[in-house]
């Protein structure tokens, strides 16, 4: 007998449960946003909203589905099934967030505070889960498939990213590798990192850098077999060049970074306390991933 679907929710913590979390009480947080000019009524409205907008949806499951909850901190430990209905109940995001941890999984994102988000990601409102949950397990659901990025160690070490992959120094330092890009001679360089992006990634951290560099470069659509690649602030001196510091990667093609610095990190969509380690010698390579995410339109 296969399982029954399972619905499993994926919600952020508030500004508001961490200002209590922080304060102890809500007159003492009160207190602490009055001094800064901001109120903690407005504050505690948005975490209301969020909270009635997760109750809709929890309760639009349907009734032989099985369910669970995760919070954005405990994605790296939660372990999602093939059967799994992801809804995603927050800000386009945390869709991000999410979707390094699937693996060909139905997302549905649910937009709690709409005309504050984009509403890229999250694309439907909390009334629309009666519609929409018990369709999403069905072969004519309409889905969006979304490329991502995907970052290989030369250990094995893999990540997922729905946004972008970032390669560069833990902290402020300067990140020292050689770069190969699929066609022309490798460079060593010094910057402050590098980033590979998506489609769904050129409305974000990707598209600020190509307004800064005014670059020709077109970025890719969502659904594009495509990424883009820039270098940030790139540093010439005797021992490190700017030749090579944006492109695209296509089907097949990888970006390749070679270690020269005591430590880089690779991480996705911001989550850096998911990030791949790398020391000095160890080389990460940079593509598309067999796996997209199954966005319902």
């Known amino acids: 007998m296969s399982l029954a679907p399972r619905a499993v929710l994926v919600h952020r913590t508030t500004e508001y449960q961490e200002l209590l979390a922080r304060h102890g009480t809500h007159g003492q947080a009160a207190f602490f946003l009055a001094a800064r000019g901001r109120s903690a009524d407005e504050v505690r409205e948005r975490h209301e909203r969020s909270a009635r907008a997760l109750a809709e949806v929890a309760a639009a499951v349907?009734?032989?589905?099985?369910?669970?909850?995760?919070?954005?901190?405990?994605?790296?430990?939660f372990l999602f099934g093939p059967e799994d209905v992801v809804v995603v109940?927050?800000?386009?995001?945390?869709?991000?967030?999410?979707?390094?941890?699937?693996?060909?999984?139905?997302?549905?994102?649910?937009?709690?505070?709409?005309?504050?988000?984009?509403?890229?990601?999250?694309?439907?409102?909390?009334?629309d889960a009666h519609r929409l949950l018990p369709s999403a397990t069905g072969v004519r659901t309409a889905v969006d498939s979304l490329t991502m990025a995907e970052a290989v160690t030369d250990d094995g070490q893999r990540l997922l990213a729905l946004n972008e992959v970032y390669v560069g120094a833990p902290g402020h330092q300067t990140a020292r590798y050689t770069l190969q890009a699929p066609s022309g001679p490798a460079e060593r360089q010094a910057s402050s990192g590098v980033l590979v992006g998506t489609g769904t990634g050129a409305t974000g951290w990707l598209r600020s850098l190509w307004h800064q560099r005014?670059?020709?470069?077109?970025?890719?659509?969502?659904?594009?077999?495509?990424?883009?690649?820039?270098?940030?602030?790139?540093?010439?001196?005797?021992a490190s060049g700017t030749g090579r510091v944006e492109g695209l990667l296509g089907a097949g093609d990888?970006?390749?970074?070679?270690?020269?610095?005591?430590?880089?990190?690779?991480?996705?969509?911001?989550?850096?306390?998911?990030?791949?380690?790398?020391?000095?010698?160890?080389?990460?390579?940079v593509g598309i991933a067999e796996t997209a995410l199954r966005l319902v339109g």
């Not at 349907?62 to 430990?77: I, K, N, S, Y």
């Not at 670059?215 to 270098?231: D, I, M, N």
């Open 89 to 127: 109940v927050g800000q386009d995001g945390l869709v991000a967030n999410a979707a390094k941890y699937l693996t060909g999984q139905a997302v549905v994102g649910i937009d709690v505070e709409p005309g504050r988000n984009p509403g890229v990601l999250v694309r439907h409102r909390p009334a």
């Open 62 to 77: 349907p009734l032989r589905w099985r369910r669970a909850q995760v919070e954005r901190a405990d994605l790296d430990r």
């Open 214 to 238: 005014s670059s020709a470069v077109p970025l890719p659509a969502p659904t594009a077999p495509r990424l883009a690649w820039s270098v940030r602030e790139a540093w010439p001196s005797p």
């Open 254 to 285: 990888a970006l390749r970074l070679t270690v020269e610095s005591d430590r880089l990190v690779a991480f996705g969509d911001g989550m850096e306390s998911d990030a791949l380690e790398l020391t000095w010698g160890q080389s990460v390579r």
